[in-house]
């Protein structure tokens, strides 16, 4: 399974969020104007338990004409409505933003993860980057539009709430202020310990995510080996692990809640013995006790969502480190900053350029490791010269390291040592788009997108044309095409048609020629084929292709005699050169390398 890397908690909150503000920036007004209508909401909710003083000191009391009542009873109302009336706008003015921002850093992330090199999604589970760029995101916007806002507007009414205690009683203020210390004390252990557990929930999440997604790709293999039920177990054993973790993250949660509840619930109870004393000696009017307990309740619902806030705080910061993990990956392999232009060997200018006009491909002294193997090196030594409009047959025992030379050329991977050149310039002193426009490459697993066969087909064409089009087909002798329901315009895919191995094979090895390139590389794109349907294949690419270099890995003597020149690997490098036939004559490696792919699998090997 592929382990991302984790990154140690190393961030403080201040500086994870911090790094929100060019995301915000552009919606920093809206958001601004949706803080202030939150805050009148607090304030107005607020300035109710004032006017309720006042009725009580100055307008309750026997002989109170009616009218004088229903003015007061009227302002209650408006404010009540007004509150509500901020507490829309509120809603009005974040929303937009937020899920515009929502949508920004999910096209960046997916931006990000298309140019990150194939190094990076060798290490990363798929179901870690999708639910970094869905739960992740979308916890981020709930907290911008609500969480975040409410957290300073709680506050601030908390703030204002207690100066309007002291207002009406210094000591009473002061009693509920004691009340604030354990709770302080209380925050920083759930500080702590929330963020631990958030962390590990949503990683945890992530990795539920590529559980589901290997079991639901790998169907067939779980059905027919009967091991649909150790998928589930083992599905079970991780919903299980996320469930308990999910648990230990509400218990803390409400352990935090249940004293940032009751705490102010218990100074309430102190200061109403408190305040019923105070009124009794004279030292606090009725009113203003009831001033005092109207503001104590007001704020009671904003103390009670501070705490859920805060969590909801550090549970967000924990998605923005999470997707701040992939955000800095770095992308090692671009483009120089002064790229060099392609080199036109044929003399034309660079308008005349064509991207099918071929080029000689070199490679010089070549080492490769992958970087989770660096001090085993797959490729080591390796020189090669591939002559402009050749074609190379790449021909070696399995695992011999065919596959990683051939991902060199479009620079898929970067080479660690010597370097590979296209008509005589080093590939990383070219731009990477033109590399990759000039480079086309057909892999062994042939993956086909959830589009028709047309766009599958010219994905990387420089003009899609229906002429490209069908001499794509033709030469990859996909004419099964045509017998598909829609032909050219069927949909296939994942959420298409289904199609066989040997007809991917043909629309995969189809798009890299219908791009024209000056160097083709065909990764043992022919495998699924017949012998004849293969034979049929080659011998159109090399009537088709014959301006087109050409390096092919074959695994069968009918394609290698096709070639021009054969090339061996072995032992990580290039060990000789030369035609089918001069290597038959003179290399014992290759004769045997020849006759495994030409013998019939014996009984032994069968069973
Ligand atoms: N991402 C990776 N990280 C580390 N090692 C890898 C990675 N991909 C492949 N390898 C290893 O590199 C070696 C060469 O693999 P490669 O696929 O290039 O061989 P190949 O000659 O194309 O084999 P085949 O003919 O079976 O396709 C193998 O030992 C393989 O296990």
């Not at 915000?24 to 939150?38: E, I, M």
Request: with cysteine; hydrophobic share 50%.
């Amino acid at each position: 399974m592929k382990t991302e890397s984790r990154t140690a908690e190393t961030t403080t909150l201040f500086g994870t969020l911090k790094r929100l503000g060019p995301f915000v920036k552009p919606y920093s007004w809206r958001l601004f104007g949706g803080f202030l209508a939150a805050l009148a909401a607090g304030i107005v909710a607020l300035a109710i338990p004032q006017v309720m003083g006042e009725l009580v000191n100055n307008v309750l009391h026997p002989g109170t004409p009616t009218s004088a009542l229903l003015w007061v009873t009227a302002i209650v109302a408006v404010l009540g409505a007004l509150e509500a009336f901020f507490i829309y706008l509120r809603r009005v003015f974040v929303i937009t933003p937020a899920s515009l921002l929502e949508a920004e850093m999910r096209i960046g992330l997916f931006k990000h993860l298309q140019q990150l090199p194939v190094s990076f999604h060798d290490k990363w589970a798929s179901g870690q980057l999708l639910s970094r760029s869905m739960a992740d995101l979308s916890h981020t916007r709930r907290w911008l539009a609500f969480g975040a806002i409410m957290f300073v507007v709680s506050t601030v009414t908390i703030i204002v709430g207690l100066g309007v205690m002291f207002s009406s009683s210094w000591i009473l203020g002061v009693l509920y202020l004691l009340g604030a210390i354990p709770v302080v004390i209380r925050s920083f252990y759930f500080r702590n310990r929330f963020r631990v557990v958030s962390r590990l929930s949503q990683d945890q999440a992530g990795d539920l995510a590529t559980n589901v997604e290997e079991s639901v790709q790998g169907i067939r293999v779980l059905k027919a080996f009967g091991r649909g039920q150790e998928a589930l177990d083992g599905f079970e054993t991780r919903a299980q692990t996320l469930r308990e973790t999910e648990i230990s993250k509400a218990k803390t949660l409400g352990a935090f809640l249940a004293v940032i509840v009751s705490v102010p619930e218990i100074v309430l109870a102190l200061g109403l013995i408190l305040g019923t004393w105070l009124v009794v000696h004279q030292q606090l009017t009725v009113g203003g006790l009831v001033a005092f307990f109207a503001t104590a309740a007001v704020l009671a619902r904003p103390v009670e969502s501070v705490g859920m806030l805060l969590g909801m705080t550090f549970a967000t910061k924990t998605a923005l480190d999470r997707y701040f993990d992939v955000r800095d990956s770095v992308n090692t392999i671009t483009s120089p900053a002064q790229p060099k232009p392609f080199p036109d060997v044929d003399g034309g200018t660079p308008a005349a350029a064509s991207s099918s006009k071929s080029a000689s491909l070199e490679l010089q002294n070549v080492s490769f490791a992958f970087a989770d193997a660096p001090d085993a090196p797959i490729l080591k030594d390796v020189n090669l010269a591939v002559r402009p409009g050749e074609t190379m047959a790449l021909v070696g025992v399995t695992g011999s390291g065919k596959s990683a030379l051939c991902e060199l050329v479009p620079r898929l991977y970067d080479v660690t040592g010597g370097r590979i050149l296209l008509n005589g310039v080093d590939l990383r002193e070219l731009d990477l788009e033109t590399v990759r426009s000039r480079v086309s490459i057909a892999f062994e697993d042939s993956i086909l997108f959830s589009s028709t066969v047309r766009d599958n087909v010219l994905l990387g064409a420089p003009e899609r044309t229906e002429a490209a089009l069908k001499e794509a087909l033709a030469v990859a002798e996909a004419d099964f095409v045509n017998e598909l329901p829609e032909g050219v315009n069927t949909m296939i895919g994942e959420q298409g048609l289904s199609l066989s191995g040997g007809q991917r094979q043909r629309l995969s090895l189809a798009r890299a020629i219908a791009a024209k390139p000056s160097v083709l590389v065909l990764d043992d794109p022919l495998s699924a084929l017949d012998v004849r349907t293969e034979e049929k294949v080659t011998e159109n690419l090399r009537v088709a292709l014959q301006r087109t270099t050409t390096l092919i890995v074959a695994h069968r003597p009918s394609t290698v005699v096709l070639a021009d020149r054969v090339a061996l690997l072995k032992d990580g490098t290039i060990v000789d050169v030369g035609t089918h036939a001069e290597m038959l004559a003179r290399n014992a490696d290759y004769r045997d390398v020849i006759s495994s792919f030409e013998q019939a699998p014996t009984v032994e090997e069968v069973l």
